[in-house]
């Protein structure tokens, strides 16, 4: 049974720094603590912890260790902190984005009716160009200063900033095409709802 409360590392009073095996074993019992959380709910259910009844041996405690912090991150909600829209634009802050182009571009498609009802982003109005940018919200809202930052002009206060960090963008143009923009690549929506790749206008199949 996995304990719910990481287990004490003992040391004796000579030791002055802890080994590597030690810290190992301080990062892999604190992970052994967070599974549950995911694990009570949905079809993932109980997925976690099974992986914790594997063998650590067979990949060690580290590889195992940073696996638990990929699966963790994969199957968090993306949360979306604030929108902010202007006429033709909206900025959308959020954290836990999924990391892929695959990923992104599925979540948008998942959950565009969703977004496009609750914040009144005018994507389906016709003969008009829209933009939504996605930005991690990072350490939150800060003063201008002499960083990249965007500032929303809709917020009372000096402190109305964000990094300029845009992970995915979502272009909708005048003929009702939509177009995706992410680190990696640039892709569009083809009339029968593909996702295709394209490059300086040639579309890559």
Partial sequence: ?????????????????????????????????????????????????????????????????????????????????????????????????????????????????NITSQYHLPLSSPGNFYRVSFLDFGDGYKKLGKEDRICFDDMKTDVNCVDKNVIFSVDKNVDGQFFFHTYNGQYRLTAKGEVQEYKDNFYVK
């Fill in 1 to 113: 049974m996995i304990s719910s409360r990481p287990e004490p590392i003992k040391r004796t009073s000579n030791e002055k720094h802890i080994s590597k095996r030690e810290c190992e074993q301080i990062l892999f019992n604190e992970f052994r603590a967070l599974p549950g959380v995911f694990s009570f709910y949905g079809q993932y259910k109980g997925l976690i912890v099974e992986m914790f009844n594997m063998r650590v041996k067979l990949i060690g405690i580290t590889a195992f260790a940073f696996i638990i912090v990929a699966i963790i991150a994969f199957f968090r909600p993306v949360d979306i902190v604030a929108v902010h829209s202007e006429s033709d634009a909206s900025v959308i802050l959020v954290k836990n984005f999924p990391y892929i182009d695959k990923g992104k571009i599925n979540w948008w498609l998942e959950n565009k009716s």
